[in-house]
């Protein structure tokens, strides 16, 4: 508990807490149009536009407001796509061991040997554009992880004497993993989804930024910095505020997921 009330730990969730707020409601942060030109183009921060306005005019502050949600969003969505499918990969591998168990982890080791980038920009290929299509792009990048840690944590577990003891109390082999093997090997699996996230962050906006992402002019994290990057000798702070937010999030978000990932143990 005492990491809970460490400075660091504070700051972190009020970072997260506020991007989870402007990514479900926007408005309590800015009360503008994020696709409107509202004044002169590429003015610098002030009081009245604490970002400063882009290339057409538009407050480039409640752009990242409403580019949480298509962040954020996004994030969710690999983080699901990586933790279903690989832990449903790792259940069945061990679980049911054998001829299954090498295949599908041979199926891991193929995806493990393939750059992420390189596999998220094939799957995008196939799956057309899109915020949704780059998230699960994104997930299907961490499906081996996941499922490798799932499999080591079955094994682990079945070896466990009270697992034993419900196969000799005349438990099936699905009642014994659903009750007891599969509840006990999640919790690592859930510390490494929370870890996931800041990186699934950081991975769309890469993407949005390569301009895979999301199509203009959504204002969505990456898609800003790329937008900005022609201006990046005049106008700095298009690509450095919203630079920063990405940053700020992403380590927030790694810094509470390894902070209860130890209080967890």
């Given at each position: ?8 730990f504070i ?5 997260v ?36 306005t ?33 832990t ?9 061991r ?8 041979r199926?891991?080791?193929v ?40 499999r080591?944590?079955v ?9 034993e003891?419900a ?16 509840p006990?090997s ?7 989804a929370?870890?996931q ?21 959504t ?35 790694n ?11």
């Amino acid at each position: 508990m005492k990491q809970l009330k460490k400075p660091g730990f504070i700051i972190s969730a009020l970072v997260v807490t506020v991007a989870i707020l402007a990514a479900l409601i926007p408005q309590l942060f800015s009360q503008g149009d994020p696709l409107e030109s509202v004044a002169e183009p590429l003015l610098s921060p002030s009081f009245d536009h604490w970002f400063g306005t882009d290339a057409v005019g538009r407050d480039l502050y409640t752009r990242v407001v409403y580019g949480a949600r298509e962040s954020l969003l996004g994030a969710l969505i690999a983080v699901s796509v990586g933790l279903v499918g690989g832990t449903l990969i790792g259940l069945l591998a061990g679980s049911l061991r054998g001829v299954v168990d090498a295949v599908l982890m041979r199926l891991v080791d193929v995806l493990l040997s393939i750059p992420s980038l390189l596999l998220a920009l094939s799957v995008i290929i196939l799956l057309g554009f899109g915020t949704v299509n780059a998230a699960i792009a994104v997930g299907v990048t961490s499906v081996a992880t996941f499922a490798r840690l799932t499999r080591s944590r079955v094994l682990a577990v079945a070896a466990y004497d009270f697992v034993e003891a419900a196969y000799g109390s005349g438990g099936s082999k699905i009642n014994v993993l659903c009750k007891h093997i599969l509840p006990n090997s999640l919790t690592p699996v859930f510390a490494l989804a929370a870890l996931q996230f800041g990186s699934a962050i950081l991975q769309l906006s890469m993407l949005g930024f390569l301009g895979y992402g999301a199509p203009p002019p959504t204002p969505e994290w990456g898609l800003l910095i790329s937008d900005a990057r022609d201006y990046i000798a005049s106008s700095w702070w298009l690509t450095v505020l919203p630079g920063l937010v990405i940053v700020s999030v992403v380590v927030a978000t790694n810094y509470l997921s390894q902070v209860l990932q130890k209080e967890a143990k």
